[in-house]
């Protein structure tokens, strides 16, 4: 037996058409699923309860006990009293010191004295190197180059006779070389001593050995006393065992 079918009622004519809007359908419903937002409502109610809570406290009312003001200070006045004028009061004229075209000036003619003219005697300092007679410390004698080599000499002596080293530099550990400045004045005398180290414990130390230096004879420039710059380093070092 055939089948009759009807021309006009063909099912998959359309059937692209259907799948197209359908997969529309299908998108746009699970967009609409993925933006959806929900939210919670049991925190919202939690902090609202919690809010009205603290709302509700009842404040304790204290009271402050001031003080009452202390009272009023009493001003006291006085009577100011008019009195009248008894005495008469004496002016004073008081006469301008400056000359003026009109005043004569008096001429007067003055005796002049002698005058004594005191002689300054200047300080006079040469360095070591080029003095012409060096000073002469005690027990050395002859020429200028004898007499240097001698001080020097002399000076290293008295370095070694009076050197000691500061217990509190030893036990610190501080050691250097000091140089120590000094003048040998035109009397012959140990003067304006400094020195610059590395610590003042042996500063100290150096000025004290230099101010132990004896007199002497000054050095002289053109047979004039005059006074003698000098400097010595003293080195103050450890001994390791």
């Known amino acids: 037996m055939e089948v009759k079918k009807n021309p006009k009622a063909n099912v998959g004519r359309n059937s692209n058409l259907y799948f197209a809007v359908g997969l529309n359908v299908m998108l746009l419903l699970t967009y609409l699923g993925l933006e959806h937002k929900t939210y919670e409502t049991e925190a919202t109610k939690i902090d609202i309860l919690m809010l009205s809570d603290q709302l509700e406290e009842d404040i304790p009312i204290t009271t402050i006990n001031i003080p009452p003001p202390p009272p009023p200070k009493q001003v006291v006045t006085e009577a100011i009293t008019i009195v009248e004028d008894v005495e008469e009061v004496e002016e004073t004229v008081i006469e301008s010191t400056e000359i003026g075209q009109d005043d004569i000036i008096e001429e007067r003619v003055v005796s002049v004295e002698e005058v004594e003219v005191e002689e300054v005697e200047e300080d006079i300092e040469v360095p070591f190197a080029v003095i012409e007679k060096v000073p002469q410390f005690p027990g050395c004698t ?16 008295h370095l070694q006779k009076n050197f000691r080293y500061p217990d509190a530099a030893q036990d610190l550990n501080i050691q ?30 150096a000025e004290r050995i230099i101010s132990l230096l004896p007199k002497m004879v000054p050095g002289k420039q053109r047979n004039q006393p005059v006074g003698v710059p000098y400097s010595v380093p003293i080195n103050f070092k450890l001994r390791t065992q």
Do not use: W, Y
């Open 176 to 205: 250097g070389r000091v140089f120590v400045f000094f003048l040998i004045d035109k009397h012959g005398k140990v003067s304006r001593i400094k020195s610059r180290g590395p610590d003042t414990l042996l500063e100290t130390e």
């Open 142 to 157: 002859g020429n200028n180059d004898e007499l240097k080599a001698c001080f020097q000499r002399k000076m290293q002596e």
